[in-house]
């Protein structure tokens, strides 16, 4: 019998994250979320002469967004909708009485006008299309969301909610390669300071099926997206940020348009905050009163 505890056993031990029953659902304690929020303050600091315009949306989207995005054609395993009661006094009699008896009640429920949130960007780009051309600075965004994957594991690092920090920038194809760069070297800067071990690398996102094979490949062989990876809980690092450039697919699948008429390039970072705040516990220990002065420093200086 293997003796050693699991890191997400030990996460669990230590009360830093809350078991519920379901893979990847947790609740988070006080000392995760404060690792969290110091994170993203210095994240915050990094960024703060960037002159991103800051949003936040509820951790949903509306569905008519899923299906336009083409999230359905490329990620349908993933993809979370909400479905609620819709019914009248009978129907309630029956959903009760097959919920007592065991039987399935999830057939009656109705599609609403609301599905969950997949990434922390994917309310701007209809949000930019509908508020016309973009100026000739482009736009800077800074978005934080809770995300949904349907992706249920044991691997502490693959939650089906945690929550996604991202700067996004949308403009010509030289401003948004130059914000992606920008970032990758502050990314290699922060996390060194954190001294967390990382590598950049490149990456592709987990497109479904036969077609998605292809995709994976071309966005892999283009270089579109790269991860920083850091070793966490696994035999292989964890991608814990990404860096993606998505050339103008959100910005003609939106009519996003720079001020000349033609298709704004669009890409973002995103911070992996569960996935941070993990590599943070696993590397420097459970209780963050022990953890490295330097990186106390940074966090709560
Ligand atoms: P992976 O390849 O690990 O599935 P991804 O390529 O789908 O990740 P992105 O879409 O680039 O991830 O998401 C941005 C960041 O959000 C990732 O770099 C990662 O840190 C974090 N993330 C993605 N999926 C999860 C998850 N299931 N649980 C926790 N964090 C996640
Ligand atoms: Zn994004």
């Not at 699991?6 to 830093?16: C, E, P, R």
């Not at 006094?89 to 007592?100: C, F, S, T």
Request: one cysteine or more.
């Amino acid at each position: 019998m293997d003796a050693t505890p699991s890191f997400l056993d030990q996460m669990i031990a230590a009360g830093h994250l809350v078991p519920t029953g379901v893979d990847g659902l947790y609740g988070r304690s006080g000392m995760f979320e404060d690792v969290i929020a110091r994170f993203e303050a210095a994240v915050t600091d990094i960024g703060k002469d960037d002159g991103a315009e800051v949003l936040r949306f509820p951790p949903a989207v509306t569905r008519k967004q899923i299906e336009t995005s083409g999230y359905m054609k490329s990620f349908p395993q993933l993809a979370g909708t909400v479905h609620s009661f819709c019914g009248g006094d009978h129907d309630h009699a029956l959903l009760l009485e097959k919920i007592d008896t065991g039987e399935d009640w999830t057939q009656d429920q109705v599609a609403t006008d609301v599905a969950l949130t997949p990434a922390a960007c994917y309310p701007l780009y209809p949000m930019m299309a509908a508020q016309g051309a973009l100026p000739e600075a482009g736009r800077l965004f800074d978005v934080q969301s809770y995300c949904f994957r349907h992706e249920p594991s044991t691997d502490p690092c693959r939650m089906q909610l945690f929550r996604m920090r991202e700067y996004v920038r949308a403009g010509t194809p030289d401003q948004v390669q130059d914000f992606r760069e920008l970032w990758i070297e502050r990314a290699k800067s922060l996390i060194g300071q954190l001294e967390l071990p990382f590598d950049v690398v490149p990456a592709n996102d987990p497109f479904f099926g036969r077609a998605g094979k292809m995709m994976k490949l071309s966005q892999r062989d283009q270089g579109l997206k790269l991860e920083m990876v850091i070793p966490v809980a696994n035999a292989q690092p964890t991608a814990c940020l990404s860096f993606n450039y998505h050339q103008d697919h959100f910005a003609t699948t939106w009519g996003v348009e720079l001020a000349d008429g033609a298709p704004a390039h669009t890409g973002c970072v995103g911070f992996g905050l569960e996935r941070l705040a993990l590599a943070l516990f696993k590397h420097h220990g459970l209780d963050v009163r022990g953890w490295p002065a330097g990186v106390r420093g940074l966090l709560w200086g």
